[in-house]
């Protein structure tokens, strides 16, 4: 199938309003937020646990594709755990005329009632399509750049207007899945950014871990179609069960 009749199928399957289909998605082990944080302030740390049991506000950073698709490893565990959000996802990129418009830029979607958990959603715009029309590295690593300057300046404009209190940053290993960029390239540009604006922040950083192989993918954190569950969990993590595979993002 097509990558674009496959994006048409997806999005044309109904979505839970308040329940996951996922049937195995309890945290691994709390979150050490405490542990080998950077002595000078803000930077990325790799940590146990799943990201999907963040503390409550907590923002969930993901990097996405503009055609509005969630449809594989942990963009699909996204679009069942916030079906919501994923609404508001796909709507922002249907409803402009150019979705390539929407490259370097980032969706912050706070929080939905209707949603099972209470976490914002960062949509990076990091290329423009998914599959074998994936932008370039080097493209989605400018893009990853100006995403993320834009996701500082709209946590910043969220504070300072007292409009809601954001908590803790969480993200993926992004754009190293289907993307195909090693992920120390994205870090760099985290740790960067952190550093220029992000004021003393820290970004806590996971890996996923898929019951089940298969390649296939709709953004730059997504791995295999038709597992049974996944979960994010930290690098520094023990050896894994059998028949599971680790998937970078």
Same mark, same amino acid.
């Given at each position: 199938m097509s990558d674009e009749k496959r994006d048409a199928a997806e999005n044309e399957a109904p979505i839970p309003a308040t329940s996951t289909t996922l049937e195995d998605l309890e945290a691994v082990?709390?979150?050490?937020?405490?542990?080998?944080?950077?002595?000078?302030?803000?930077?990325?740390?790799m940590v146990h646990g799943d990201i999907f049991a963040a503390p409550t506000n907590s923002v969930l950073i993901h990097a996405c594709n503009c055609q509005g698709s969630w449809g594989a490893g942990i963009a699909l565990a996204f679009k069942q755990l916030y079906p919501a959000a994923y609404r508001i996802y796909h709507n922002h990129c249907i409803n402009v005329s150019n979705p390539s418009s929407l490259l370097g830029?980032?969706?912050?979607?706070?929080?939905?009632?209707?949603?099972?958990?209470?976490?914002?959603?960062a949509c990076m715009f990091t290329s423009v399509y998914y599959g074998r029309r994936v932008d370039t590295p080097d493209k989605i690593l400018e893009s990853t750049t100006s995403?993320?300057?834009?996701? $500082?300046?709209?946590?910043?404009?969220?504070?300072?207007? @007292? *409009?809601? #209190?954001v908590g803790e940053l969480h993200a993926c290993k992004i754009n190293s899945g289907?993307?195909?960029?090693?992920?120390?390239?994205?870090?760099k540009i $985290?740790?960067?950014g952190?550093?220029?604006?992000?004021? @003393? *922040?820290? #970004?806590?950083?996971?890996?996923?871990?898929?019951?089940s192989g298969g390649a296939g993918g709709a953004?730059?954190?997504?791995g295999?179609?038709?597992?049974?569950?996944?979960?994010a969990r930290g690098s520094s993590r023990g050896g894994l069960g059998r028949g599971q595979q680790t998937l970078r993002f």
């Amino acid at each position: 199938m097509s990558d674009e009749k496959r994006d048409a199928a997806e999005n044309e399957a109904p979505i839970p309003a308040t329940s996951t289909t996922l049937e195995d998605l309890e945290a691994v082990e709390p979150i050490s937020t405490g542990e080998n944080l950077p002595s000078g302030g803000g930077g990325v740390i790799m940590v146990h646990g799943d990201i999907f049991a963040a503390p409550t506000n907590s923002v969930l950073i993901h990097a996405c594709n503009c055609q509005g698709s969630w449809g594989a490893g942990i963009a699909l565990a996204f679009k069942q755990l916030y079906p919501a959000a994923y609404r508001i996802y796909h709507n922002h990129c249907i409803n402009v005329s150019n979705p390539s418009s929407l490259l370097g830029t980032t969706l912050l979607i706070p929080p939905q009632p209707t949603d099972r958990k209470t976490h914002w959603i960062a949509c990076m715009f990091t290329s423009v399509y998914y599959g074998r029309r994936v932008d370039t590295p080097d493209k989605i690593l400018e893009s990853t750049t100006s995403a993320f300057e834009h996701f $500082l300046n709209l946590v910043a404009n969220e504070e300072t207007a @007292g *409009r809601r #209190v954001v908590g803790e940053l969480h993200a993926c290993k992004i754009n190293s899945g289907r993307f195909g960029v090693e992920w120390e390239r994205s870090r760099k540009i $985290l740790e960067d950014g952190l550093e220029d604006g992000g004021k @003393g *922040r820290v #970004v806590f950083a996971y890996e996923f871990e898929e019951e089940s192989g298969g390649a296939g993918g709709a953004g730059g954190s997504s791995g295999g179609r038709g597992a049974r569950s996944g979960r994010a969990r930290g690098s520094s993590r023990g050896g894994l069960g059998r028949g599971q595979q680790t998937l970078r993002f």
